[in-house]
């Protein structure tokens, strides 16, 4: 009992430690400010009136910026930790790797991801609370598939940066696989439309949740199975960096 | 400072500065379009409101219109006008002129007059005949939730010109003003502070 209270507090310990690495000021009080006052300025310039519009307005800019930020935090600074010898530390704490990597996928991105995604929503249901209250479960539907989408670009951004080890490689790679993943979707939605394909432009609007899930509140056509693609392909990248990370990786 | 404490004065700080930018450059509740068309014999005007991100009231006069049909659709009345000229038929359609201010955008095209215009439609809602009564002008009001439409046919014209007035209240929008805005945020900053100065001395 006291061992598992231990390994707990330990887990707890490094928790902490690296939250407080990848949240630290002034970069994420700077970033939020601004995306805040983004959201809330693009929702308030023309009277948004439906909870997924206003949703759709300030969500879509700050994705960009939380991969970004995942890119440059997450990616280059766990590349950091590793260049560094600071997670060989975390590795001779006597928890498992699966368990360090469970814990570095939490602190790195799913807890930025969600705290920047919740900070616009947060600032334009002050602003416009009596005209947003009726569409509440609509917002947090529309925010749970953004912070998927941005776990999914989270997590291989951790996985590249447990493969090539490098901060500037990691970071550069991370972006250039964001802005790939981008125009795939692009292209395949494009692509699908032009050449009549039913199956390639589903899959091609598949690949960003935010605009299925936006199908779907708004009774627009879709099929069930892209609400599925990326939560499925999160979990796929999930597992091949918490096999990489217990069964491949070498620390430096 | 912990986490949450820099989380809410960011929000704070976002709160009143986009409130005022709000205030200075934000959303109308008004908004009209009005327009005169030449629709020669053989032509069917096409005129389409579209509550893009607001929901409200429009009213539709149009004068000088002997034969018009009017019906509500969702989606994007300017992919209609594209799917008309899919069909072979001779559209020259302006650009739609998008209100960001009030969320409501207009679109006026004129196509080559054919039974097709109204049997299409009629596959997508019910065409509404309007029925003029002693030559008055005939006025169409109707209430849009977002991404709603009004499409307005005129199938034949009394005049050469017809003559469009649009008129669009915003309903269901409301949102703080400066001085609310500004009240929430000293509110936060305040709850913050003593947090924070409770926190510090341990308490």
Partial sequence: MSSRTGGLTRVYHILYIDISDVLRPPGLDVLVVLLAMLGAILVSIQPVTSPIIASRIALDPTLVATALFLAIRSSAGLATLIQSGILNLYLTYPIHRVTVAVVLLVSRVVIPSALILATPLVTILILLGSTLYRGLDVILGMYLAFLFQAVLYGSIFLLVAVRVKSQATSGILSVAVYFTYIALHLILTGIGGAIGSDVVRRVGEAMYLPDIAYYAYSNLDYEVWQLTLVPGLSILVILAYLTYMSRRFEVL | ?203
């Fill in chain 2, 1 to 203: 400072m912990t986490l949450p404490s820099r989380l809410l004065v960011a929000i704070s700080i976002a709160l009143v500065i986009s409130s005022i930018v709000a205030d200075l450059y934000g959303a109308r509740l008004e908004s009209s379009y009005r327009n005169t068309i030449p629709v020669g014999p053989g032509t069917t005007l096409f005129l389409g409101v579209s509550s893009v991100t607001s929901s409200g009231k429009v009213s539709v006069e149009v004068e000088g219109a002997s034969n018009m049909y009017y019906m509500r659709l969702t989606g994007d009345p300017y992919t209609l006008v594209q799917q008309f000229r899919a069909l072979n038929l001779n559209v020259s359609a302006s650009r739609p002129q998008l209100d960001l201010r009030a969320g409501v955008a207009y679109v006026v095209a004129l196509i080559q007059a054919s039974p097709a215009i109204v049997q299409a439609l009629s596959l997508l809602g019910e065409v509404i005949p309007v029925v003029q009564a002693g030559g008055s002008t005939p006025v169409i009001e109707a209430r849009l939730a977002t991404g709603d439409n009004i499409i307005v046919i005129v199938t034949e014209a009394s005049k050469p010109t017809v003559s469009v007035r649009v008129n669009y209240s915003v309903e269901g929008y409301s949102r703080l003003a400066p001085l609310q805005a500004a009240i929430v945020s000293a509110t936060i900053i305040l709850v913050v502070a003593s947090i924070e100065l409770l926190r510090r001395r341990g308490l």
